[in-house]
């Protein structure tokens, strides 16, 4: 029996398969990516070295530096200059010299030289329906164009809602810097405000340039005045006092306010001799009479 056992087992070992020498096995590895900490830091810190991945955009952007000089948190306030902004967004530089302008912000389209070239802000209601939208729009036409004509400007506009188009309010234009506000026609030289409608006001001065627009010279000794007889003659064939602007003039050109109250003011004056030469003859006369009846 133990010879029959022995002989068995051989018998199985010889049977089985010749074992082959193992093959290196290549496995791809998996690298996690790494965590980031979105949690703002309690006080500044810089990073111990840059990150693996060199696409990834930080959720603060120059505050992990100790000395940054921008603020750009998830949430908050955001500083340009700053990194303590006092409101949704602050820009801050230094002061000038008085020399040249620090500038904060510039809006700017791409350059177009007959095409309307107008970067402007929005102020909007926020309504997305459009039969609600309103806003107020500032900006600048910063060249010309071939469609309306006008000058370089600085507008402010306002669409109210229900309105298709946008009106324009107030406008700085850069020719000679005129001021026109409302729709009003502003092609016209020499003057420098343009206002429809009308004005209304609490007090207004007016500046005298030139010092004989003002008449106290009628007053003085050499002084002609014009005699009565001839006065009646021209208020006969002009229909309007010497030196004043006739209706045609004033509906044509206009009425300048200075000038008008300097001319009323001077036949007021004229006015005042013609009474003083009056009563000096009705004393003469009167002195006559009283010769005759004596």
Sequence with gaps: MFILAVFSTAIAVAQMP???PRKKVMY??????????????????????????RNIVYQYIDTVNKNAENFFPSTNNVGIGTNAPQAALEIRRNAGDGLSKNFLLQLSNNWASKGLNEPSIMFSNGDLNPANVSY???????SGNE??????????????????DEHEFFSIDSYQGRVKIGNCNANVDGYKLYVEEGIITEKI?????????WYDNVFNHDYKLMPLT??????????????MPTTS????????LGKTQGLLLKKVEELTLYLIELKKDLEQTKKELAELKK
């Design 205 to 213: 001065k007016v500046a005298v340039k030139n010092s004989e627009d």
């Design 28 to 53: 791809k590895t998996t690298v996690k990516k790494p965590v980031y900490i979105t949690k703002k830091p309690t006080s500044a810190w810089s990073p111990v070295q840059k990150p693996a991945l």
């Design 147 to 164: 469609v309306d004509k006008n000058p370089i400007a600085f507008k402010i506009g306002f669409k109210a809602p229900n309105e298709p």
């Design 249 to 256: 003039e004033v509906t044509t050109t206009g009425l300048d």
């Design 230 to 243: 001839d006065l009646e003659k021209y208020l006969n064939n002009n229909k309007h006092l010497p030196d």
């Design 136 to 142: 107020w729009t500032l900006g600048a036409k910063v």
């Design 18 to 20: 010749v074992t082959q």
